[in-house]
C-alpha cells in the first residue's frame, strides 16, 4: 500500500482544491500564500515557512512550492514573529557614509544591504532575545526617474541577487528573507493604479528639483508610511521595525502601535541619530544603543 501523504499538506491541497471551486482567488493569491491555506487548518500551529526566491516582493502572489513548507533550522523551536523592516535607503546610505564614496554603486549597495541587515538581527537580539524572528525588508527610496530605473535601482537588485542572505545575520534567532520589496510597489493600492510594465504604483519618485538640475525624492516618505498603517492593519500581530532618520514618520508609527497593540504586535523606531531635545514621548519605540559603525 502506497504511503499516505502527511495530514498537513492533504489538508492544504483540499483547503487549495475549495478555494478553486469556489473561485476564491483572493484566498489563493493571498501574500501570505501557502502559509495563510494552512492557518485555517492549523491556527495554533507554527508554520515552517521560508520564502521561496521566485516572490519579487513580500506581497506579490507567489508559486506554492515544497520550499514554502520549510523553515531554516536557526527558526526552529519556537513561535516565529514575522519582522518586516521599513528601510529608508537614503538614510542608510548616509549613515554608513557611503553617498559619495568612490565605490562602485553595486559595492555600495551590498554593503547598505549587509550592514543594515545585521543591525537589524542585533536589535531584535537586544530587544528580547527569547523569540525567534523572520524578517523581510522593504526599500524605500527614488527608484525612477520618470518610467526610467536609477542607477540606484539597479545596483540594489544586482546587490540582492548576488547576495547569499543565510549569511547576512550573525543571529541565530534571526532569519533575513531574501524576497527583498521595494517601496514603489505598494502594500496596499489598486490594480488599476499600478504601471503594469514595471509592476509599480510610484513611477517618478524622483524629480529634478531646480534649473541646476538638482534631484529630489518625492512620495517616499509618504509611502512608507502608508505601508507600514497598511500592514498594521492587515497583520496586526506582526512587528514592524521603521529605519529612518526623519521625524515625520513618527505620526504613522505612532498609529500603526495603536493599532497592533490589541493584537500584541509591535512596532520599533531604529535611528542612528541620538535625539536631544526631543518632546515626544517615544518610550518602548526607540530602540537605543544597538548602533555600530563597523556592523
Known amino acids: 500500500m502506497a504511503a499516505s501523504a502527511p495530514k498537513s499538506v492533504t489538508c492544504t491541497i483540499l483547503l487549495v482544491l475549495r478555494c478553486i471551486r469556489n473561485e476564491d482567488k483572493a484566498a489563493l493569491t493571498n501574500p501570505r500564500g501557502i502559509g495563510h491555506l494552512q492557518r485555517r487548518c492549523y491556527p495554533n500551529k507554527a508554520l515552517h515557512g521560508a520564502e521561496p526566491r521566485t516572490q519579487v516582493s513580500r506581497w506579490c502572489p507567489r508559486t506554492i512550492t515544497d520550499q514554502s513548507l520549510t523553515m531554516p533550522q536557526s527558526v526552529r523551536g519556537g513561535a516565529r514573529v514575522s519582522v518586516t523592516a521599513f528601510v529608508d535607503w537614503q538614510s542608510q546610505m548616509y549613515n554608513w557614509r557611503l553617498v559619495t564614496s568612490s565605490l562602485e554603486d553595486e559595492h ?3 554593503l547598505v544591504l549587509e550592514r543594515t541587515s545585521r543591525m537589524i538581527a ?12 523572520q524578517v523581510s525588508l522593504r526599500l524605500y527610496h527614488g527608484w525612477t526617474k520618470g518610467y526610467q530605473d536609477m542607477p540606484n535601482r539597479l545596483a540594489v537588485r544586482r546587490a540582492v541577487a548576488a547576495t547569499d542572505f543565510s549569511e547576512l545575520s550573525r543571529s541565530q534567532i534571526v532569519v533575513i528573507n531574501s524576497n527583498v ?6 502594500l496596499t493600492a ?4 499600478l504601471y503594469a510594465p514595471k509592476g509599480i504604483h510610484l513611477p ?6 531646480d534649473r541646476a ?20 492593519r492587515s497583520d496586526p500581530a506582526d512587528w514592524s521595525i521603521v529605519l529612518a532618520e526623519d521625524d515625520d514618520l513618527v505620526p504613522p508609527i505612532f498609529t500603526a502601535e495603536a493599532w497592533k497593540a490589541a493584537a500584541g504586535g509591535r512596532v520599533l523606531l531604529l535611528q542612528k541619530r541620538i535625539p536631544t531635545g526631543r518632546i515626544v514621548n517615544l518610550d518602548g519605540l526607540l530602540l537605543n544603543g544597538v548602533w555600530n559603525d563597523r556592523s
Open 181 to 186: 520589496g521595494y517601496g514603489d510597489t505598494l
Open 213 to 232: 538640475g538638482r534631484r529630489e525624492e518625492k512620495m517616499v516618505d509618504t509611502a512608507l508610511a502608508s505601508d507600514l498603517l497598511s500592514l498594521a
Open 108 to 110: 555600495k549597495a551590498s
Open 122 to 133: 542585533r536589535s531584535l537580539t537586544s530587544f528580547d532575545g527569547t523569540g525567534r524572528y
Open 204 to 209: 517618478g519618485t524622483v524629480r529634478i528639483r
Open 190 to 193: 489598486r490594480t488599476e493604479r
